[in-house]
């Protein structure tokens, strides 16, 4: 029988169950496998055919267990529980006893892939507030499946820092942090579905390992002694055709031919991206003029909103057309005062705030008129005047 605090069971479950997936093509998808033994830790594993979570966990065990239950169903069911439980096998059941409650849950015969006792060479150490950080740009991510190589987290390491980017053909984020990396550059693409569980996972406090344990397998172990938090998830790396190069170039680009230079506040920001959502319109317009930040949505049936920024404008007078999702997700990543980076209207657009970068590919749109007229000097209708 193996006896352990409620809390201290449904911690480490709620974070595998994470990588289980209900499935009537694979029925282990939906699994999570318990394995312990008398040496007083037990193990929780989920697997979804891309991603592999297993958690350790101490208990109070005197005899082995290896059984495999619906993920789910053990989940939903100890979150009702309170105080000790108690887990045992009788026959082809496991049997979950709180202080008043007895469930039984049908062991499933079905093969489980495992994270085992890999041998595992470290890659690199990174603090949960690192790995935060990068994760910031996983909403610029593509979702679109006929653009897998574009499905990734693309992360780049060397011996002073570690990199991050994301791209959907339209914007791409960039995160670059110090820490000590490889004595190698290293590249790794990471299936995004894999990306964002492990930043579901990962919290500031924590410490995250990252290594490799065979070609294009890859493993990170989360740990924090604080709360006996103890983590590991594996993966494969995904397609190795990530425009990495394309991506920095852009960035280059634009900030050599940055011809205005915006200071904002993320809130005021955010707050104009709003006043557009609500005009029902995604078309964005933003506008540098005499050291001011000016925006506005397009016109639309329900009106047109029009914003002055709080912040400041240097260089040109310029002006572009942008879509609102892509500079809301920029902004979401951003806290106190961002910069925007313009070229002109038909050239990326940058914004950068510490150590993240997003580039937005404007909107070449027609017909739209310059929300703020006023700005435009007006030619004075003067007549010829004689030659003497």
């Known amino acids: 029988m193996i006896t352990i605090e409620r809390d201290l069971l449904h911690v480490p479950l709620t974070a595998v169950t ?30 979804n055919g891309e991603t592999a979570v297993r958690a350790a966990v101490n208990v109070d065990c005197n005899e082995d267990l290896s059984v495999c239950v619906d993920a789910m169903t053990l989940k939903a069911m100890v979150e009702t529980l309170a105080g000790e439980v108690r887990l045992s096998v009788e026959q082809n059941s496991l049997i979950v006893k709180g202080a008043s409650t007895k469930t039984t849950l049908r062991i499933v015969d079905e093969p489980l892939p495992v994270i085992g006792e890999e041998s595992i060479q470290t890659i690199a150490t990174l603090s949960g507030v690192t790995f935060r950080s990068l994760a910031r740009i996983l909403p610029f991510a593509s979702t679109d499946d006929t653009r897998p190589f574009l499905q990734v987290l693309h992360l780049m390491l060397d011996q002073e820092s570690i990199s991050a980017q994301t791209a959907d053909g339209y914007s791409a984020g960039h995160v670059r942090e ?57 993966t494969v790396t995904a397609a190795e055709n990530f425009p990495s190069a394309q991506i920095t170039t852009l960035i280059e680009e634009a900030r050599k031919n940055t011809t205005a230079h915006l200071h904002v506040q993320q809130n005021s920001l955010m707050q104009s991206i709003r006043m557009v959502n609500a005009m029902g319109t995604q078309n964005t317009f ?34 572009i057309w942008l879509s609102a999702i892509f500079l809301k997700r920029a902004a979401e990543a951003c806290k106190g005062e961002l910069a925007i980076r313009i070229s002109g209207g038909q050239k990326p657009l940058l914004i950068e705030a510490g150590s993240f970068t997003a580039v937005i590919m404007p909107m070449l749109v027609e017909g739209n008129k310059d929300p703020f007229p006023e700005d435009e000097a007006i030619a004075l209708g003067l007549p010829e005047m004689a030659a003497v």
């Open 18 to 47: 994470r990588a289980s997936l209900k499935s009537s093509l694979m029925a282990a998808f939906a699994l999570v496998r318990l394995d312990a033994n008398t040496n007083g830790v037990m193990h929780l594993s989920c697997f």
């Open 178 to 234: 110090s820490t000590e990396g490889p004595a190698e550059p290293t590249s790794i693409s990471l299936p995004l579905s894999f990306a964002r569980v492990l930043s579901t996972l990962v919290d500031d406090r924590d410490t995250l390992r990252l290594g490799t344990s065979g070609p294009n397998r890859y493993i990170f172990q989360i740990t924090n002694t604080e709360n006996s938090k103890d983590l590991t998830l594996a």
């Open 286 to 319: 933003i506008k540098a003029v005499n050291g001011v930040a000016k925006i506005a949505s397009a016109e639309s049936e329900t009106g047109q909103a029009r914003n002055i920024l709080e912040g400041t404008a240097s260089g040109e007078d310029t002006s």
